[in-house]
């Protein structure tokens, strides 16, 4: 007689009914993904295309649907009624058989596998019983086309969070049964090995399917796990019902407060429990979540969209499954990297390709005005219901945002030659995830290979517990929040170790709808750097700005040198500049801040960024917000750092191409432009400046000026010209004079260098001359005597030359003045 027939037997006799049926498959704990392979919005990779205005939905739909999820409610407690009662089955037998000569469970044992399972079959069996009884009230039978109305007001005097709230306060009931759940599982899987005839038992336990009177054969460990999953299913189940209850419904207040402790004891759970769940490692440590957040996974060239979760010894990537109708939520496993001897690569950021710019700006145009949406609704069952669509509608565009948006691009190798890309939309949480998986990296992890299946399985309960940051949509509404424009001017640095290229990055938080996200140029190869570069931000619901100080290195990674977060206090913050000191790391960086309250407008299409060349020299530096246009100050930082001693330099030409590239990159690309500087040909930069001004449509010397400053030329006496030259001079507008005397002061010293340059005041002032003097245009408006053309040469050159032989020339102003309040005159220094 096999093993089996002998459990039967030996159950029956104990009046315990076990059927067997070799057609039924086994239902395991963890479910595999369904064939159908139902997407959910996280798998979205590309973009769908959303109405502009959302699907009215009524009152009555919100009602039908809210009574279409308490039927659903009611299916899933029948279900788990049923499956309770099959796990309880054999323990008035088992009980019984205690006490026998030859028993298959001890009383303790026994007691130890059905700890609180009674309990919790009578608290729902109550809770089921209460709800149908109340459902059946209002829907004794179908409705037909007349009686569509009247459903629909049943259904709002539907009446049953009073039976959550009652419910959920005695979910404290299954805090014993997850206390005992492993020793449970310990003691089922011992007596399984120990005794064929437990272990026929455990193997092939069985329940009715309801109606159909079809049978489910489970393992006792699948069932015992049952428990285990419905106490976060209840927490789901109650936010789908509070997402279909109208605010004004009589129920809402009752199932916020279910949620809310519902929520409570998930998270009291997940604390108490969590040393129990981790694996002790080799050396003697815990296996802990260290961190998570979403993630952009890069395979072949596609984005999705990821969970990853960082523990002590290892990178976890998860993909979430949202669960089919009578199944619970699922994390699928992507892959996973023990951090041992992993390597980190990360570059700057990563081009958008052609067609990602166009989608990312209709997804935000289309978050914008779903955002603006739900303030103009009429209040009343019809303003929620479809302010409720709304708010769905934006977090599956917010999930577009994140897989479209990043192009910071993270780098990971293992030894085992397995490599994997990710994306991150901002610099800030990049470095964040580098310095934590560096620091557990660095720390020579031995790691013990994971029990995958359990450890993805245990995701689902994190999720519910820690509510990862993916609540940019749906973010409480602050007062304090910063809601238009806001101006960073970035002044400069200090505290650097060595000299280096350094540019420093500026990110807000806020609701995701636009680029939140500028950078200064790289400064010049120094100790000390200097921007004086201003950057516009337009926020909505900004209330933090994050610094990062990045130095350019010449391998393929950056170094970013220290970060910081700086809160932005909406009160304290106006229309007028505030200066502030940031300490970054051991780098302090300068910088003033304004802002300017104001309703925002749509997104526009990115517009293509404005020309630097060709262009009045004050249009450019007004758009750039200083008083001498940065490719003025790039290519003379540039100069002075590598071509001071270069024999002819400003004489000598550079190559053609080169000063074409360049100049093509300063119209497009501000940072792309230094960056190709630094690797240019110094004569080419050179050019690059000549070019500037030669192409200006009025020269950098008014023309107006001309024929004053030629008489200038005539005073024999050296004191009366220089101060009467000085005069005309600040008859300049300002960003004329300031750009003048930044050229001028430079000129001189390449002139302290003619000894090996062979670059005299007199050979540059031949050289810049003609680019930044020239006489007026006859007939258009010069009205003056003419000059000959001998004339106007030896004024263009004589101007440029006495000029640059004043030794007392005034500074020039890089950046214009930004005036701040009386009280903060003082720098104020925040140490984060």
Partial sequence: MDAYQEAVRYLGSWHVPVEFDAD????????????????????????????????????????????????????????YLRELEALLMPMKALRASAGTSQPVLSSRQVQTVFYQVPELRDLHQSFCSGLKARLSAHCQTDPGPGEQRQMSHAGSELMVGDLFL?????????????????????????????????????????????????????????LLY???????????????????????????????????????????INESSRGKREVTLSHGMKRQLMRDGFVVDVSEGERSLRHLFLYTDLLLCTRFKH??????????????????????????DEERSADARPRLHTVRAKMFLLRRQPQQQAK??????????????????????????????????????????????????????????????????????????????????????????????????????????????????????????????????????????????????????????EVTLQVDGAQNLRLLCVSQSDGPEDAVLGKATFTLDSKSLNKRWRRRTLQLGQVEVTLSIKYSPH??????????????????????????????????????????????????????????????????????????????????????VSCVLKLYFRELPEPLVPTELFLSLARTLDIQDVNSRLVSMLSLLHSYPDTNRHTFLFVMHHLQRVAERQDVNKMSLLNLATVFGPSLVRPPVAGQGHDGPAVTMSREVVVQVQVVYRYLQCNNLPEAQISASRDTDAEENDDETTHM
Wanted: aromatic letters at 6%; charged letters at 25%; a negative charge.
């Fill in 599 to 684: 309703p925002l407008e749509a997104p526009g299409s990115t517009a293509p960024r404005q020309p630097v060349f060709c262009v009045p020299i004050e249009a450019v530096a007004q758009t750039e917000g200083v008083l001498v246009p940065h490719v003025v100050r790039c290519c003379v930082e540039e100069v002075e750092r590598r071509g001071l001693d270069e024999v002819g330099i400003y004489r000598i030409s550079g190559n053609a191409t080169e000063i074409a590239m360049l100049k093509a990159a300063f119209n497009s690309n501000l940072r792309e432009a230094v960056t190709r500087l630094r690797c240019a040909e110094v004569n080419a």
């Fill in 226 to 268: 049952k428990p285990l999953d419905r106490v976060t299913k209840t927490t789901l189940v109650l936010h789908d019902l509070l997402r279909t209850t109208p605010v004004g419904h009589g129920d809402h207040v009752a199932l916020q407060e279910a949620l809310r402790l519902s929520r409570g004891f998930l998270s009291g």
């Fill in 323 to 348: 669960s089919t109708r009578g199944k619970p939520d699922q994390y699928r496993f992507c892959w996973y990297l023990p951090l041992a001897g992993l390597k980190l690569r990360w570059v700057a």
């Fill in 166 to 222: 009652r419910m959920v306060n005695q979910i404290g009931l299954y805090g014993g049964f997850i206390e005992n759940y492993e020793e449970a599982v310990a003691v089922v899987g011992k007596c399984a090995q120990s005794d064929p005839r437990f272990r026929t038992l455990a193997e092939s336990m069985m329940s009715n399917n309801g109606e159909d009177k079809a049978r489910t054969k489970y393992t006792f460990e699948a």
């Fill in 380 to 533: 009343g069952y019809r303003g929620v219901t479809s302010g409720a669509r709304s708010r769905k509608k934006l977090e599956q565009m917010e999930l577009m945002l994140l897989t479209l948006s990043p192009s910071y691009r993270l780098e990971l190798h293992s030894p085992s030659c397995k490599s994997h890309t990710l994306l991150f939309s901002s610099l800030y949480e990049l470095e964040e995830w580098r310095e934590a998986v560096h620091k557990l990296t660095t720390e020579n992890i031995e790691t013990v290979p994971p029990d995958l299946l359990t450890l993805t399985s245990a995701c689902v309960k994190l999720r519910m517990t820690q509510q990862p940051p993916l609540q940019i949509s749906i973010a409480v509404e602050d007062k304090d929040s910063l809601c238009g424009t806001l101006n960073v001017a970035i002044h400069s640095a200090c505290g650097l170790q060595r000299p280096a290229c350094v540019r420093v990055c500026v990110e807000v938080d806020g609701h995701g709808f636009y680029d939140q996200q500028a950078q200064t140029h790289s400064s010049v190869h120094s100790i000390n750097p200097h921007w004086h570069q």
């Fill in 24 to 79: 039924v498959l086994e239902e395991h704990v963890f479910q595999e993904e369904a064939a159908s392979g139902c997407l959910s919005p996280l798998q979205a990779e590309g973009v769908v295309d959303f109405p502009d205005v959302p699907t009215p939905c009524g009152p009555e739909e919100m009602l039908e649907r809210r009574l279409v999820v308490l039927k659903g409610i009611v299916d899933g407690e029948e279900v």
